[in-house]
């Protein structure tokens, strides 16, 4: 089954203790991205990934760090997590073959840092 | 800078009570407008995506369509199960590293009450 895969779904933290969302896709997608999801500010793209080893900022990258070492993960790291990267996160996946660059979403990490 | 403007921001139906959703959108040259459905605590599933001015996709109960500054999702006697937020993205012509970036609208919260 074709998908996108983010572990853990849920995660309480403390200020200041690095983590690791991981993210794995199964369809060979060049593109891939992740995005924080906050009431009334909608889906706000951090960083993407074009392919491995190619990445770019989206409209919110501070506090963030990607790295693209396979094709299939792109894991998002959180040096020094604080409390307003509370959020809900979500990892997506795309290609751009036969112009058309769908994205397909994985199911959501809800992050809590207190 | 790309922008989407998502209205309503709710929207109540009964069921069988046909309405609109509506997304406008400012960007330098379009390269796709996305449609999704989003469930409470998932991802976002991809639902259209209209390339040109006059183009119009459907679905079961959804019918959505695009002119030069906005799309509508047309939703045709909807059901209970149609209840859910719907999120308007948008991708810009912007180079090649712009297939990875997509601009999203706050989203509109739709109820289909029985």
């Known amino acids: 089954e074709a998908q996108v895969t983010q572990n853990p779904r849920y995660l309480i933290t403390v200020t200041g203790k690095k983590l690791t969302v991981t993210c794995s896709q199964n369809m060979n997608h060049e593109y891939m991205s992740w995005y924080r999801q906050d009431p009334g500010l909608g889906l706000r793209q951090i960083y993407y990934s074009m392919n491995v080893e190619v990445t770019d900022k989206g409209d919110v990258p501070e506090g963030y760090k990607v790295s693209r070492k396979e094709k299939r993960n792109f894991p998002l790291i959180l040096e020094s997590p604080s409390p307003n990267q509370t959020s809900l996160y979500f990892c997506?996946?795309?290609?751009?073959?036969?112009?058309?660059?769908?994205?397909?979403f994985g199911a959501g990490t809800r992050l809590s840092v207190l | 800078e790309d922008q989407v403007t998502q209205s309503p921001e709710a929207l109540r139906l009964q069921e069988g009570e046909s309405s609109s959703l509506n997304c406008s959108y400012t960007v330098s040259g379009l390269r796709g407008l996305f449609w999704y459905r989003q469930d409470p605590g998932k991802g976002p599933e991809f639902l259209f995506t209209?390339?040109?001015a006059g183009e119009e996709k459907e679905k079961e109960r959804l019918k959505a369509t695009l002119t030069k500054k906005e799309s509508f999702l047309h939703i045709t006697a909807p059901k209970p199960e149609d209840s859910a937020t719907y999120l308007c993205a948008v991708q810009a012509d912007a180079g090649g590293t712009s297939y990875g970036k997509l601009t999203f609208g706050q989203g509109t919260i739709l109820t289909v009450h029985p």
């Open positions: 997506a996946s795309s290609s751009p073959g036969q112009g058309r660059n769908i994205q397909y």
């Open positions: 209209l390339y040109s």
